[in-house]
């Protein structure tokens, strides 16, 4: 949607910041929260993949950015009837 | 209820906060983009394949989805794939390379309005009517279930969370419209992955990785039968207790393509497509993910199945519609868990906001616009629109403590399909393929077929009719709908006059306007990994082959 902001902006910038947050969480694991997870340290690695996903987002975005507004007229937007 | 209590914190709460706050952003950012009606209702035709395709898959993967499949995991095994592979993909990619072309090419804007340009306004009433009434009763639906979740897993008061999860969509919907709600569509897409990965993950680790899982399923409740899919179906006598015939044609035709290829909560988000190589992509683009979303709701189901103690009791915290809280409450530390129970939050708004904004333009341009007050400037059908969404929401909020009253929500949505999409789906299939079908069949085609289903389901309720369970009623249902409606558009047609050619080029196969010929429904586009029907013909492929293991 040219004229709109762009999804990936949306969805990368959500998901670092959700990636920080729970990266940090997964560096500070206690025991008991590991072994919850079945000695899985999930916070760090689900951390870590939804840094990637946010940053994979902005990076196409920065790689691919929206094509300039088109300044011609809108279309009309009713039809018959 | 205190059971499935979640044991959540701070950084929880601070992550389902951030995702609030980034969904209004989204809406107050849309409205900006809003210039006129069209804007609104369809997002000014404009939105590229890739979005379109996760909003398409997204406006599906409600929470009801996500946690009745979950529970079909581990009550019937994988047999539930069935609800995928058969009862999904197949319709998804017929929608995009055969009917799409006749719904963008025809530039209606909604599945009522093509109703009324192929038959008449009868047709049109009777449809738009009933669709309207459908969502608003499905959105109060989602919004209950929301409730009861948050209430179970959060502990907030009922009302509570209707009203919160109502004035988030309300407002986002509002302001942004169509484009504000498919933009959340595509983030929720990936919050709920993003909070279903980890409980797979955790759980196939914990029964010790897939072949664990398998000793234990075969040693368990349904044993080595749930994990099948079709090698049993010879007769009824498996866990989901249909044959192969139900399931090829009850679920997989008459069923899914009359959900998927007439639902306009669906069809809507390929019509917001910027051009028709991405309306006809968008619900083959959808159909990948759809592949594998079982991965992330089957196994977990069956993953509760072998490690929740006493899973399946009739009432209580252990019912299969718990398993993904169990598991999140077993298995989740903080962190991922605030991920998950945010992934839980999105999925019933995705739901919601896609019948909302379904409602609000069908509500709008063929009910108001069509009825009550025609020929006004295209500013006032913009703002009819904002009021209309603001009653849905309303009245929805109202239908949620209606839907308090039913004990199982999901066989009441399961009704409300099997009663209006079966029919619809036979009177469109006969109307796009065959042009002499005259306007009065179409009318009496869709009423008699809903009535044929409504009457089985009354029946059924008044035990006039034995069903061996609810699900074998709605397979019936819909096959006496779509066989009746059948019958009744070609004995119609024989008694009444048929259209002239002209008022139905576009709109009939083989009477091509500008983009249904056959040309354009074989070639598509000039690369091959934007043509449909390439496109298509490999989802398919994958969906016979990822049955291979699980015969």
Same mark, same amino acid.
């Given at each position: 949607?040219?004229? +709109? $902001? @762009?999804?990936? #902006?949306? !969805?990368?910038?959500?998901?670092?910041?959700?990636?920080?947050?729970?990266?940090? *969480?997964? +560096? $500070? @694991?206690?025991? #008991?929260? !590991?072994?919850?997870?079945?000695?899985?340290?999930?916070?760090?690695?689900?951390? *870590?993949?939804?840094?990637?996903?946010?940053?994979?987002?902005?990076?196409?975005?920065?790689?691919?950015?929206?094509?300039?507004?088109?300044?011609?007229?809108?279309?009309?937007?009713?039809?018959?009837? | 209820?205190?059971?499935?209590?979640?044991?959540?914190?701070?950084?929880?709460?601070?992550?389902?906060?951030?995702?609030?706050?980034?969904?209004?952003?989204?809406?107050?950012?849309?409205?900006?983009?809003?210039?006129?009606?069209?804007?609104?209702?369809?997002?000014?035709?404009?939105?590229?394949?890739?979005?379109?395709?996760?909003?398409?898959?997204?406006?599906?993967?409600?929470?009801?989805?996500?946690?009745?499949?979950?529970?079909?995991?581990?009550?019937?095994?994988?047999?539930?794939?069935?609800?995928?592979?058969?009862?999904?993909?197949?319709?998804?990619?017929?929608?995009?390379?055969?009917?799409?072309?006749?719904?963008?090419?025809?530039?209606?804007?909604?599945?009522?309005?093509?109703?009324?340009?192929?038959?008449?306004?009868?047709?049109?009433?009777?449809?738009?009517?009933?669709?309207?009434?459908?969502?608003?009763?499905?959105?109060?639906?989602?919004?209950?279930?929301?409730?009861?979740?948050?209430?179970?897993?959060?502990?907030?008061?009922?009302?509570?969370?209707?009203?919160?999860?109502?004035?988030?969509?309300?407002?986002?919907?509002?302001?942004?419209?169509?484009?504000?709600?498919?933009?959340?569509?595509?983030?929720?897409?990936?919050?709920?992955?993003?909070?279903?990965?980890?409980?797979?993950?955790?759980?196939?680790?914990?029964?010790?990785?897939?072949?664990?899982?398998?000793?234990?399923?075969?040693?368990?409740?349904?044993?080595?039968?749930?994990?099948?899919?079709?090698?049993?179906?010879?007769?009824?006598?498996?866990?989901?207790?249909?044959?192969?015939?139900?399931?090829?044609?009850?679920?997989?035709?008459?069923?899914?393509?009359?959900?998927?290829?007439?639902?306009?909560?669906?069809?809507?988000?390929?019509?917001?497509?910027?051009?028709?190589?991405?309306?006809?992509?968008?619900?083959?683009?959808?159909?990948?993910?759809?592949?594998?979303?079982?991965?992330?709701?089957?196994?977990?189901?069956?993953?509760?199945?072998?490690?929740?103690?006493?899973?399946?009791?009739?009432?209580?915290?252990?019912?299969?519609?718990?398993?993904?809280?169990?598991?999140?409450?077993?298995?989740?530390?903080?962190?991922?868990?605030?991920?998950?129970?945010?992934?839980?939050?999105?999925?019933?708004?995705?739901?919601?906001?896609?019948?909302?904004?379904?409602?609000?333009?069908?509500?709008?341009?063929?009910?108001?616009?069509?009825?009550?007050?025609?020929?006004?400037?295209?500013?006032?059908?913009?703002?009819?629109?904002?009021?209309?969404?603001?009653?849905?929401?309303?009245?929805?909020?109202?239908?949620?403590?209606?839907?308090?009253?039913?004990?199982?929500?999901?066989?009441?949505?399961?009704?409300?399909?099997?009663?209006?999409?079966?029919?619809?789906?036979?009177?469109?299939?006969?109307?796009?393929?065959?042009?002499?079908?005259?306007?009065?069949?179409?009318?009496?085609?869709?009423?008699?077929?809903?009535?044929?289903?409504?009457?089985?389901?009354?029946?059924?309720?008044?035990?006039?009719?034995?069903?061996?369970?609810?699900?074998?009623?709605?397979?019936?249902?819909?096959?006496?709908?779509?066989?009746?409606?059948?019958?009744?558009?070609?004995?119609?047609?024989?008694?009444?006059?048929?259209?002239?050619?002209?008022?139905?080029?576009?709109?009939?196969?083989?009477?091509?306007?500008?983009?249904?010929?056959?040309?354009?429904?074989?070639?598509?586009?000039?690369?091959?990994?934007?043509?449909?029907?390439?496109?298509?013909?490999?989802?398919?492929?994958?969906?016979?082959?990822?049955?291979?293991?699980?015969?």
């Amino acid at each position: 949607m040219n004229r +709109l $902001f @762009d999804l990936r #902006a949306v !969805i990368g910038g959500m998901f670092t910041l959700y990636g920080v947050i729970v990266t940090i *969480l997964g +560096l $500070f @694991d206690t025991p #008991a929260e !590991i072994e919850k997870a079945q000695g899985v340290r999930i916070n760090l690695w689900m951390g *870590l993949a939804m840094l990637a996903l946010g940053l994979l987002m902005l990076l196409w975005l920065r790689l691919n950015p929206p094509k300039p507004v088109e300044t011609t007229e809108e279309e009309a937007p009713a039809r018959e009837d | 209820m205190s059971g499935l209590r979640l044991d959540v914190d701070f950084v929880d709460y601070l992550i389902l906060a951030i995702y609030f706050i980034t969904v209004l952003g989204v809406g107050f950012m849309a409205r900006r983009a809003i210039k006129n009606s069209s804007d609104f209702f369809l997002s000014g035709r404009s939105m590229p394949a890739w979005v379109t395709g996760l909003a398409f898959v997204s406006a599906n993967l409600g929470a009801l989805e996500i946690i009745g499949m979950a529970a079909n995991g581990a009550q019937y095994g994988l047999m539930t794939l069935h609800y995928y592979w058969v009862g999904a993909v197949p319709a998804m990619v017929f929608l995009g390379i055969v009917m799409m072309p006749f719904y963008y090419g025809s530039k209606v804007r909604s599945v009522p309005e093509f109703l009324r340009r192929r038959f008449n306004r009868p047709t049109h009433l009777f449809n738009a009517v009933s669709f309207a009434v459908a969502q608003v009763l499905i959105a109060g639906v989602n919004l209950y279930a929301l409730a009861l979740i948050l209430q179970a897993l959060l502990g907030w008061p009922l009302w509570l969370s209707i009203v919160i999860g109502a004035a988030i969509v309300l407002s986002y919907i509002t302001l942004g419209g169509l484009s504000s709600a498919i933009y959340n569509e595509v983030l929720q897409f990936f919050v709920i992955l993003a909070g279903l990965i980890p409980i797979t993950i955790i759980g196939l680790v914990k029964v010790g990785g897939w072949h664990g899982l398998v000793e234990k399923v075969q040693a368990g409740p349904i044993g080595d039968a749930a994990l099948h899919t079709f090698s049993q179906t010879g007769s009824s006598d498996n866990p989901l207790g249909a044959n192969w015939i139900g399931i090829i044609f009850g679920l997989g035709f008459v069923l899914s393509f009359g959900y998927w290829t007439t639902n306009f909560a669906e069809v809507q988000r390929a019509l917001s497509a910027k051009d028709m190589s991405a309306a006809r992509r968008t619900p083959i683009i959808g159909a990948f993910p759809k592949l594998l979303i079982p991965a992330v709701t089957v196994i977990p189901g069956l993953i509760a199945l072998v490690t929740v103690q006493g899973l399946g009791a009739k009432e209580g915290d252990l019912t299969y519609n718990n398993a993904i809280p169990l598991l999140m409450r077993d298995l989740l530390p903080n962190g991922v868990l605030g991920v998950a129970v945010t992934g839980l939050v999105a999925s019933f708004m995705a739901g919601m906001a896609a019948n909302v904004s379904g409602f609000n333009t069908v509500f709008t341009y063929d009910i108001w616009q069509s009825y009550v007050r025609k020929d006004r400037p295209d500013g006032y059908y913009l703002r009819v629109g904002r009021i209309a969404t603001i009653v849905g929401v309303i009245v929805g909020i109202g239908t949620a403590f209606i839907a308090a009253g039913f004990d199982n929500i999901m066989n009441y949505i399961q009704a409300l399909f099997s009663l209006f999409n079966a029919p619809l789906f036979a009177t469109f299939i006969v109307g796009m393929f065959w042009k002499r079908m005259t306007p009065w069949a179409g009318f009496f085609s869709l009423v008699l077929g809903f009535l044929a289903s409504l009457t089985l389901y009354l029946g059924y309720l008044g035990d006039v009719f034995a069903f061996n369970s609810d699900l074998e009623e709605s397979f019936w249902g819909a096959g006496a709908a779509f066989v009746t409606a059948v019958v009744v558009a070609v004995v119609v047609t024989l008694f009444t006059t048929s259209k002239p050619d002209d008022e139905l080029r576009g709109l009939v196969y083989g009477l091509a306007g500008p983009s249904t010929g056959v040309d354009v429904i074989v070639s598509g586009d000039k690369v091959w990994w934007r043509n449909p029907v390439i496109l298509g013909a490999i989802a398919l492929v994958l969906a016979v082959l990822l049955y291979i293991p699980f015969w």
